[in-house]
C-alpha cells in the first residue's frame, strides 16, 4: 500500500483474495475523479491481471506531494545549529535536508 492510501485508513483489508472485487473496491474508494485519471494510463496488462498493488502504484507520481523548491531553499540557508549539536550531525542534517 502507498503512503496516500494509508493515510486515508484503506489497508491490507481490501486484499481478501479475489483481486479483481479488490481492484474495483479500490477504484470506487478513490473516487470519481481520480478514476478519470485512472482510465488515462497507458497500462500494459489487461484489466483482468491488474492487482492492488498496481493500481496504487500508478497513482504514486500524482498522489505523493511534492517539495516547494523556494521553501526548500529557504530551511536550507536559515538551518542554525542548535546547542549541544555536533558538527557532524549538524552537518549531516544539512545534507538530509537538501534531498
Known amino acids: 500500500m502507498t503512503i496516500w492510501m494509508r493515510k486515508r485508513g484503506v489497508g491490507d483489508t481490501i486484499t481478501d483474495g479475489d483481486e479483481i472485487k479488490s481492484v474495483k473496491m479500490v477504484k470506487y474508494l478513490l473516487g470519481s475523479i481520480r478514476r478519470e485519471l485512472y482510465d488515462t494510463f497507458d497500462l500494459v496488462m489487461p484489466e483482468a491481471e491488474r492487482t492492488v498493488k498496481v493500481v496504487l502504484d500508478t497513482f504514486d507520481p500524482y498522489m505523493d506531494p511534492t517539495k516547494n523548491g523556494i521553501i526548500e531553499i529557504y530551511r ?7 546547542l549541544g549539536e555536533t558538527i557532524d550531525k549538524y552537518f549531516t542534517e544539512l545534507r538530509m535536508s537538501h534531498r
Open 76 to 82: 536550507l540557508f536559515t538551518r542554525k545549529q542548535e
